[in-house]
């Protein structure tokens, strides 16, 4: 599907089974291409079928990149077809289990919102910040919609506000406030016959729309391509012309952090890794006609990875493993 496709016009049935082809055709991509197909089947008001799907990815014997993420969006699934009881019992898990994404939170947290839950809404959203955003960093984009959604909820119950409330509207950057966009009262307005509280739900429509273009218009990230040691040794030893790039792992791991450190330095947001296998670099170089021991293929290979969604943002958040996949915390390991 072409980006500039109007979404009335996407034939979503369509769309989800050549996802799915395409799933078959690229194994290490399936997570992020059956959860795009599931997302098509939701829209088509196939929701038994996306389900399927979310549960293939779950039942997968190799593991997902972002379990939780998965969870949460069959939750949310099952609940609009009338599986109320078992979406609770996965939203509960989720919660117990207190992710360090994100997107799990706010997917669980609007899907409570969505059927009037707000006091337990309040609390997911509550608990999804307080679980990411206690260090005292600045809070990675990924996480303001926690922190905006939280802002919603309580505005709706009328709540005081208090310290994340003021983050969030910190973090805001459109011309109208949170506190305007997220009134309660607004739905009055849109039955109104006056023309000035008309011309105001407009403005701030147009500021919210601003808002989710912005979002969907975010780039994916400037991303550095690691290889773990296994796929690293097996890469040189095929393509010895890359030794020259390779060194050894130690190497090839302090290089990537500090490349980071000095994209960062410059000014440079969005970073992120992508980390490479054999089979896919040797598929890539195929689909590009050249050689895998060319070494200029290497960033394209990065950028391809993190336009098909498989970067990891950098740096990790507080208390999270580090990105080498020794273990530890990055702020013990390369972060240290």
Not at 142 to 163: I, K, Q, T, Y
Not at 254 to 282: D, K, Q
Not at 297 to 312: H, I, K, M
Request: net charge negative; charged share 25%; glycine share 8%.
């Amino acid at each position: 599907m072409r980006p500039d496709t109007p979404a009335e016009n996407v034939d979503h049935t369509t769309e989800a089974a050549r996802l799915e082809r395409t799933a078959g055709l690229y194994p290490e991509d399936a997570e992020a291409l059956l959860l795009q197909a599931a997302a098509h089947l939701e829209l088509a008001g196939d929701r038994p079928a996306a389900t399927t799907l979310y549960d293939r990815l779950l039942s997968a014997p190799e593991g997902l990149d972002n379990v939780h993420l998965v969870r949460a969006l069959k939750a949310s699934n099952l609940w609009e077809y009338g599986h109320e009881a078992e979406a609770r019992a996965i939203i509960d898990g989720i919660r117990a289990a207190a992710p360090r994404d994100p997107a799990p939170w706010v997917i669980v947290a609007e899907s409570l919102e969505s059927h009037d839950e707000l006091e337990a809404a309040q609390e997911t959203f509550t608990e999804g910040t307080t679980a990411l955003l206690t260090n005292g960093a600045e809070p990675p984009h990924a996480s303001h919609p926690l922190l905006f959604g939280r802002h919603r909820v309580r505005r709706m119950l009328g709540a005081a506000h208090d310290d994340w409330d003021v983050l969030a509207d910190t973090l805001h950057s459109s011309p109208v406030s949170l506190d305007e966009l997220h009134d309660p009262k607004r739905v009055w307005s849109l039955g109104s016959d006056n023309p000035a509280e008309l011309e105001a739900e407009i403005s701030r429509l147009r500021a919210e729309l601003g808002a989710y273009r912005e979002e969907l218009s975010r780039p994916f990230p400037v991303a550095v391509l690691h290889w773990p040691t296994g796929e690293l040794a097996e890469l040189v030893a095929a393509y010895p012309t890359l030794e020259a790039e390779y060194l050894s792992h130690e190497t090839h791991l302090t290089t990537i952090e500090a490349s980071l450190r000095e994209l960062a330095a410059s000014g440079t947001g969005n970073l992120g890794i992508v980390t490479g296998t054999v089979p896919s670099y040797e598929a890539f170089a195929a689909s590009e006609g050249s050689s895998p021991g060319d070494s200029d293929l290497l960033p394209q290979y990065a950028t391809t990875l993190a336009a098909r969604g498989r970067a990891v943002a950098w740096p990790p958040e507080r208390g999270a493993g580090c990105w080498c996949g020794s273990g530890s915390a990055y702020e013990s390991c390369h972060g240290a």
